[in-house]
């Protein structure tokens, strides 16, 4: 089959619900096109998997960034989900959606239709909250929101302390307010991961008009330019070496996330025509903002080591204690996963202000108890005992870029990221180490605590900070705006999520939000590809 009603390029937490929502109705042919395999692998599944998925070369596209300059030229290490359901796949599973001013500075920055009120009944519909019905929460829809099922104690040392420290108690991060210190709800079901893939596709792969095609890499988008309005026509992609070209009758979506989604237009030829001409790519549309206004959130970790024995870590008798916590997720006499395994890493934490003057909370803990170096992936850190304490800026100033290496999509894109860039996150990221040490120095988390590993007892003024930041700070993997909404020069679609001066294209992912949202990426993603699809729907209905 060669025509599609709608072509979807990417199967990550937009694609999955674009996929179900656009083939519900069965008036329309849809297909769906990941670069990735099926999510067959366990590591998806069993939530503390997520270990593994940092490692995995298969699963996770393992992008670097190019040199930092305003980290001593560190190379950053950007995990994203390569298979169905993309990041969420590969995610913490942590389901936050942010602050209601986010949203209302999206509408006033122009974009009708992003307030928080209008984007509420989204996160509404798409959600089965387990805790119940609410004003602010829905149940009956796909993603299924749980309490944590893995609660070891250390956590409750860590809440206790945080409250030392003299925040509030908070037991819903995105009820009414969002400031305070608790455990996370997460996107699990039974104790298995709820991926957009899991919630969205894998119930609906039945429907005979979707087609899913996997371990397809889309090489460009196709785009007549001859008639007078640039139309997308279709899509060129590849499956085990053979170029397949694919036409889109009504439209195609771009969904391959916030680095591949611009990567994408500038390979078909939309973009800043200085990048393109450097790669020789011919120019079919200029926009400028095609890979600018990248964010993320700056993050730091203060380690120490702790004496308490319920942490993750390489511990004697371990194959003994893995067997135990293998017991308890696969119980011989009922059906209920618990114990370790069903850890997403970063049961608690939250949402505090650095200075008490400010209006809402800027920054954000996630507590893991474990010694964590390298994203995890520093397995040797694992053998002590510690516990961490994750500290992220949620609007953070600096303001990177995806550009290209070259003009083959099998290149990884250009991350230049630029963290610490402003002034103003530089010192609100020391900020967030003073923090996350006083919160360390109460009890009864320094009844067990032993010598800091990282920054280092050492590391005490600010400028020590600084340097330690510029040689330590990563991000926490929720990348957006490289395709930005709005009506301004750097704006790549409208506020209906078309690309400026391209008929039926629309980019459909984390791309497009305007700013960062002050929390984890994956339940705003999943609102804004539930709301277009509805408005797709509804315009060819009317149509
Ligand atoms: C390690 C990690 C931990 C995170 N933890 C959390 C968390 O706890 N909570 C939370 O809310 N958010 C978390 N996030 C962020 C969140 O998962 C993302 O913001 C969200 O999934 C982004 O969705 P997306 O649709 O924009 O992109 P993705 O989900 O990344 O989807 C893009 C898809 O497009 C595919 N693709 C790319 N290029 C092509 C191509 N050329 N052809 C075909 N397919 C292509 C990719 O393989 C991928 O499947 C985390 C992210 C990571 C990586």
């Known amino acids: 089959m060669n025509n599609f009603d709608f072509i979807i390029i990417g199967a990550g937490s937009a694609g999955c619900v674009l996929a179900d929502k656009l083939s519900a109705c069965g008036n329309y042919q849809v297909c769906l096109l990941e670069a990735g395999p099926k999510d067959k692998h366990w590591s998806i599944h069993i939530p503390l998997g997520v270990i593994e998925l940092m490692k995995s070369k298969v699963l996770n596209w393992q992008f670097n960034s190019a040199a930092e ?112 210190i608790g455990y996370y709800q997460v996107t699990q079901i039974n104790g298995q991961r709820c991926s957009a ?126 067997f135990k916590q293998g017991l308890k997720y696969f119980p011989l006499f009922s059906d209920k996963r618990t114990g370790i395994l069903t850890s997403a890493v970063a049961e608690s934490g939250g949402f505090i202000k650095s200075k008490p003057n400010l209006s809402r909370p800027d920054l954000q803990l996630h507590f893991i108890p474990a010694s964590f170096d390298d994203h995890g992936r520093d397995l040797k850190m694992l053998l002590n005992y510690g516990v961490s304490i994750h500290t992220c800026l949620l609007r953070p100033k600096s303001r990177g870029s995806i550009t290209l290496y070259g003009k083959k999509v099998s290149l990884h894109p250009k991350i230049m990221l630029n963290m610490l860039a402003h002034e103003d996150d530089r010192k609100d990221m020391i900020q967030a180490v003073k923090i996350a040490r006083s919160i360390l120095a109460q009890p009864p988390l320094n009844d067990n605590n032993g010598n800091e590993i990282f920054p280092g007892n050492n590391i005490q003024s600010d400028e020590e900070i600084l340097d330690f930041l510029k040689n330590k700070a990563n991000t926490i993997y929720h990348p957006v705006g490289t395709c930005k909404m709005g009506s301004d020069d750097l704006a790549v679609v409208d506020n209906e999520l078309k690309v400026h001066g391209i008929k ?13 949202i002050s929390g984890n990426t994956n339940a705003p993603t999943i609102m804004i590809a539930a709301k277009i699809a509805d408005s797709i729907l509804a315009s060819y209905q009317q149509g």
């Not at 039926?504 to 700013?515: E, G, H, K, Q, Y």
């Open 69 to 180: 300059v305003t980290q001593n030229n560190r190379k950053i290490f950007n995990p994203r989900g390569r298979t169905l359901g993309g990041s969420s796949s590969i995610n913490a599973m942590l389901y936050i959606r942010g602050q209601k001013q986010d949203y209302d500075h999206w509408a006033e920055l122009g974009n009708d239709g992003w307030s928080f009120n209008e984007v509420l009944p989204y996160f509404k519909n798409t959600q089965h909250q387990e805790r119940g019905e609410s004003d602010l929460h829905g149940v009956n829809g796909p993603l299924n929101v749980a309490n944590s099922y893995s609660k070891p104690p250390i956590h409750d040392d860590f809440i206790l302390s945080a409250q030392q420290a003299g925040f509030p108690l908070n037991d819903d991060f995105n009820g009414l307010e969002q400031e305070g």
């Open 197 to 322: 893939a899991k919630a969205f596709l894998t119930p609906n792969l039945h429907r005979s008009n979707l087609t899913v095609i996997t371990d397809a890499q889309v090489q460009n988008i196709l785009i007549d330019d001859k008639s007078k309005d640039k139309v997308a026509t279709g899509v060129c992609y590849k499956v085990k070496g053979h170029r397949y070209n694919i036409f889109a009758t009504k439209e195609v979506l771009l969904s391959a996330g916030t680095f591949n989604s611009p990567q994408l237009l500038m390979l078909s030829g939309v973009g800043p025509k200085a990048e393109l001409t450097k790669h020789d790519i011919p120019l079919k549309h200029e926009l400028t903002g095609v890979g600018q206004n990248l964010q993320d959130h700056p993050d730091t970790v203060v380690v120490t080591h702790h004496k308490r024995s319920d942490l993750l870590a390489i511990r004697p008798k371990a194959a003994w204690w893995l």
């Open 504 to 516: 039926s294209l629309r980019v459909i992912d984390a791309s497009i939000m305007p700013t960062l």
